[in-house]
Nanobody, 123 residues
Framework: QVQLVQSGGGLVQAGGSLRLSCAAS????????MGWFRQAPGKERVFVTA????????YYADSVKGRFTISRDNAKNTVYLQMNSLKPEDTAVYYC????????????????WGQGTQVTVSS
């Protein structure tokens, strides 16, 4: 069973950048589509971005398009979320998630989850 361990995150000023990492243990990510979701205080968890098994296609929520980049290094068993031009509304707990097969845009379709990491953007 795949376990996902997240790192990165923290506090940054608006306009700054952060990179989140999601590493797998107990299995390989090379057969999993990967996604990132986020949950702001008092709100539901929502889709941010996803990447196919090969890394050949990526998908983004409109709110982060052009600012965030998802990537993967299957050799390192790790997926990344590079976040640039951060805004206060990006403040949330970010989660990585894995599912076998094609990418998906809803949390219910993902089987494995990271522990979550806090990202706080100050104005």
């Amino acid at each position: 069973q795949v376990q996902l361990v997240q790192s990165g995150g923290g506090l940054v000023q608006a306009g700054g950048s952060l990179r989140l990492s999601c590493a797998a243990s107990g299995g390989t990510l090379s057969s999993y589509a990967m996604g990132w979701f986020r949950q702001a205080p008092g709100k539901e968890r929502v889709f941010v971005t996803a990447i196919t098994v090969s890394g050949g296609k990526t998908y983004y929520a409109d709110s982060v398009k052009g600012r965030f980049t998802i990537s993967r290094d299957n050799a390192k068993n790790t997926v990344y979320l590079q976040m640039n031009s951060l805004k206060p509304e990006d403040t949330a707990v970010y989660y990585c998630a894995a599912r076998q097969g094609v990418v998906a845009g809803t949390e219910y379709e993902y089987d494995y989850w990271g522990q979550g990491t806090q990202v706080t953007v100050s104005s």
